[in-house]
């Protein structure tokens, strides 16, 4: 006699939707079609997506790989319902940190997991993820949706992202780095996606919900509200970076991300050499100015926790310096000449932030 297994259980019934995974790919498939870039052979559906570099235009290619996530900036991300802008903080952090080593980001993959899939969340997501990519002129080639419930709460979500470049051998950075390279601030958008959780905790002790009035001046965040400031979406750099790294002037790009000026700056000098940075050189965005008053956080510690408004600091030689900031400022950035290389190690500040 067979045992009747009718009634027994299912995936569905432990919580995993696989109807609704299919729904989201379904939903995105236009997003990813918006992102094909040349090299692209094949996208989403398959176990794989490939990348034909020489279709891309490259003939002696390197490839360059970074992967990252946007912290916890994703916790305010998920209280505030706000989800449409955190998909260009994540291509963000890869594609910038691309740039740094000179490759021209070719495309991205992205990972989202969750406690229970919401189509119209996840979608949100990940439309702001090929929003992303088609700033930084990357496709969007695939990912990997993960329903877990158990591991992670039914409203909770996490998300990691995979970027590959390309470059050409020779065009490596940083390169030539020497005493007396000027140093150009390239600012940022905000406080991109570092150093939140000292954000978290610091709103916190005085009291303020994200739907509370900026307590700071605010650009363009809908409603003045403080989530709505703090969410603002990291800057991608990518276009302007490729196009100063054209002119022949360009020594080195720093992503200014975890770690601040104090700790990314050095990744990019040789030994024997530091940075010598004027605070004075740019004025200090409002939210950098709250948060140092608010939390009582000393200079030191902003300098190696947020950007202070510097998101990219590119190291130009001195009759190039122009050239390579008018790259920036043609793409709507702002650029400040904030220090020059010099014998040394590390980074020595002058002035007051």
Not at 322 to 338: E, M, P, S, T, Y
Request: hydrophobic fraction near 50%; include cysteine.
């Amino acid at each position: 006699m067979s045992e009747n297994r009718g009634n027994g259980l299912t995936y569905g019934a432990a919580g995993v939707d696989i109807d609704a995974g299919n729904a989201l790919v379904e939903r995105i498939k236009p997003a990813a079609a918006s992102t094909i870039r040349p090299g692209v052979m094949a996208g989403l559906g398959g176990f794989g997506a490939l990348f034909d570099l020489k279709a891309a235009g490259f003939e002696d290619p390197v490839l360059v790989s970074a992967t990252d996530g946007v912290g916890t900036k994703l916790r305010l991300a998920i209280d505030t319902g706000a989800l449409d802008t955190v998909g260009i903080d994540l291509v963000a952090m890869c594609v910038n940190d691309l740039v740094c080593q000179g490759a021209e980001p070719l495309f991205f993959l992205d990972y989202f997991a969750t406690g229970r899939l919401d189509v119209d969340a996840a979608a949100a997501v990940i439309e702001g993820i090929a929003e992303g990519c088609r700033m930084a002129g990357a496709a969007l080639v695939g990912g990997e949706t993960a329903e877990m419930p158990g591991m992670y709460d039914p409203e909770d979500f996490d998300l990691a992202g995979f970027a590959v470049g390309a470059m050409e051998r020779a065009g490596a950075l940083p390169r030539d780095v020497a005493a007396g390279d000027v140093l150009l601030g390239v600012s940022s958008s905000g406080l991109h996606s570092n150093g939140f959780s000292l954000v978290r905790r610091v709103a916190e002790a005085k009291r303020l919900g994200w739907d509370d009035a900026a307590p700071f001046a605010t650009t363009g965040s809908a409603g003045g509200s403080l989530g709505a400031a703090l969410l603002a979406p990291t800057r991608i750099y990518v276009r302007p970076a490729l196009a100063a790294i054209a002119t022949g002037g360009l020594h080195a790009l720093a992503h200014i991300t975890g770690g601040g000026l104090t700790e990314n700056l050095p990744r990019v000098l040789p030994a024997g050499l530091g940075a010598e940075i004027d605070l004075d050189a740019w004025e200090l965005p409002p939210v950098f100015g709250w948060l140092r008053a608010a939390g009582g956080i000393a200079d030191a510690e902003m300098l190696k926790t947020f950007n202070c408004g510097i998101g990219l600091v590119a190291v130009a030689a001195p009759e190039a310096a122009d050239a390579v900031a008018a790259a920036f400022l043609d793409a709507g950035d702002r650029v400040q000449r904030i220090g020059v290389i010099a014998p040394g190690a590390g980074v020595r500040y002058s002035g007051t932030l």
